[in-house]
Structures are given as C-alpha cells and as structure tokens.
C-alpha cells in the first residue's frame, strides 16, 4: 500500500467512524460499518457495507428513511475527507447479521 493508500484508508476509517457511533446513538439494533477498495480504482472501488443486528431492524429502519439518512452522512463525511463517492446507490449497501 502506497503511502498516499494509508491516509486515503485513514481518513475513510475516521469518516466511518463517525457516522457507525452515530448510527448507534440512534438505533441501537445498528451493529457496524465495513469498506473494502481496491486503491488502483479509487474512488469508484470503494463499497461501504452497513449492518443492522436483525432483518427486522434493518427493514424497519428503511421505512423510517434512516438507510437514506446515513447514507446522506457517509457521504457528508468522507466529502470532509476529500473523498467523493461517484454512485452512492451502488457503493453504500446495507444489510443485517442474520
């Protein structure tokens, strides 16, 4: 990994970071977020994967717009880092641990 990788993996962490203990405060079936990139196709490698304890949890919160609403702030938060996701649909998935 390229010095310019560890920061750009830095900084994706300390967004993520972010935006998980929030997620939290908020609905406590929230569990954590994941990335994966491949740095040789940044930004458009990176895929941000959310989770949510049960299904039940997770469809409950797409009903009540919060899937929307941290995706707004993934993508608030790494454009802070200087990070522009180019198709959040695609890149910010959601799913839960059953």
């Known amino acids: 990994m390229r ?3 560890k920061k750009r993996d830095k900084d994706i962490v300390a967004a993520l970071t972010t935006v998980c203990e929030a997620a939290k405060l908020d609905n406590a079936d929230f569990s954590w977020i994941s990335h994966q990139v491949n740095y040789q196709r940044f930004p458009d ?48 998935r959601f799913s839960s641990e059953e």
């Open 45 to 92: 490698s990176l895929e941000v994967q959310c989770v949510y304890v049960h299904q039940d949890a997770l469809k409950s919160a797409e009903r009540a717009g919060e899937l929307k609403n941290i995706t707004e702030q993934i993508n608030l938060e790494l454009n802070v880092k200087g990070i522009q996701l180019n198709n959040l649909k695609r890149q910010v």
């Open 3 to 5: 010095k310019m990788d």
